[in-house]
């Protein structure tokens, strides 16, 4: 069972639909006690940086999705549930994240090395390229997924699983053990989008089953 955080600022409905096209079983909490229970749970988001690890903070979401990761549970976060993964981020002045893969928050530029523009945030279609294995990709090839993002991780190349490219290079899968982010909406991403998923509840289900 997939247990979806709320604690405020997540696209909960696209996510819960998504899992429900591929036949998983899901329930969406606020409750730590609650998620404790989960197989895996997903941490999605949109908005602020800092608003969303406030609220977390508020309900003690914080400190429980770190003990969930400490003690072997799997942490898929998506959009802004993936940039609340790292350190910090310089969204709103500096703020500080759960630390659960190490990198920093940042904004585009929005302007290349040759002055010229460029639209943020980064919205739409990108082709991702897979840069190393990892269980969420494992047997799929890049395609095309959608991006809705004005600020991108910062990271260390061993975290990067796959990227895009917007004007710099964008971590767009990460993972560190067994915490995994998306950069992308994977449940609006078509064929590629659902497969990840589906691949990330394998990994869920096997975790269960040993």
Not at 24 to 47: C, H, Q, R, W, Y
Not at 163 to 175: G, H, L, R
């Amino acid at each position: 069972m997939i247990g979806i955080v709320d604690y405020g600022m997540g696209n909960l409905f696209s996510v819960s639909k998504g899992l429900e096209r591929l036949g998983a079983e899901s329930f969406i909490s606020d409750d730590p006690k609650e998620l404790s229970k989960s197989t895996g749970i997903i941490l999605p988001g949109v908005g602020s940086f800092r608003d969303a690890m406030s609220l977390l903070e508020k309900q003690g979401l914080d400190d429980f999705l770190k003990e969930y990761v400490a003690g072997g549970g799997y942490l898929l976060g998506i959009c802004l549930g993936m940039q609340l993964l790292f350190d910090e981020s310089e969204e709103n002045g500096p703020a500080q994240g759960l630390s659960l893969i190490p990198g920093k928050i940042v904004r585009f530029k929005g302007e290349d090395v040759s002055g010229k523009g460029y639209k943020v945030p980064h919205m739409g279609w990108n082709r991702i390229e897979f840069k190393q294995t990892s269980p969420v990709t494992e047997g799929l090839e890049a395609e095309h997924v959608y991006f809705v993002h004005s600020y991108f991780a910062d990271t260390g190349d061993a975290y990067i699983m796959a990227s895009a490219t917007y004007d710099v290079e964008v971590p767009a899968i990460v993972a560190k053990g067994n915490v995994f982010g998306m950069q992308f909406h994977p449940e609006k991403s078509g064929q590629l989008g659902m497969s990840l998923l589906r691949n990330y509840l394998s990994l869920v289900e096997g975790k269960e089953k040993a």
